[in-house]
């Protein structure tokens, strides 16, 4: 029997996460974006990380509840630093794109509503007035939502 030592391999610096790397089926390029984003690499590795202690957020009082809580408050805190929020501002978790746009385009009318002195009105009668329920002319009604607020 003959024996030869074989050096080990030269350690390797550690790769260099990109920032922009995503999930996705290696080969394959989605080019299909317009409603939903490929899942960032890294949040994808930060909710593996947190998954063996999932549990309810804002809804328990046991250690594991807690604990999402706390890293549910951590993740609202470093999305605020990013977008440099201010302390009396809030972020707002939504569940998807048309979500958020949805909620801001609400907001805004309620708002312009306000400013109009229509506070007779209750915010679901204003939204039905509107019209929420299709899309067409959302970007008029934005508009103008806006412009009543300046």
Partial sequence: MTV????PPAPQPPAVADP???????????LDYAATAPCARAAADAVAELLPWYASV????????RR???AYERARQTVGDFLGARADDHVVFTRNTTDALNLLARRLLDEAAARAGRRDLPPTALRA????????????RLLAALAALA
Avoid: K, Y
């Fill in 58 to 65: 804002h809804r328990g009082a046991g250690a594991l509840s």
């Fill in 129 to 140: 007035s509107v019209g929420l329920g299709s899309t067409t002319g959302h970007v008029d």
């Fill in 20 to 30: 922009l790397d995503v999930l996705g089926v290696p080969g394959q390029v989605n």
């Fill in 68 to 70: 999402c809580t706390l």
């Fill in 4 to 7: 030869t030592l074989v050096p």
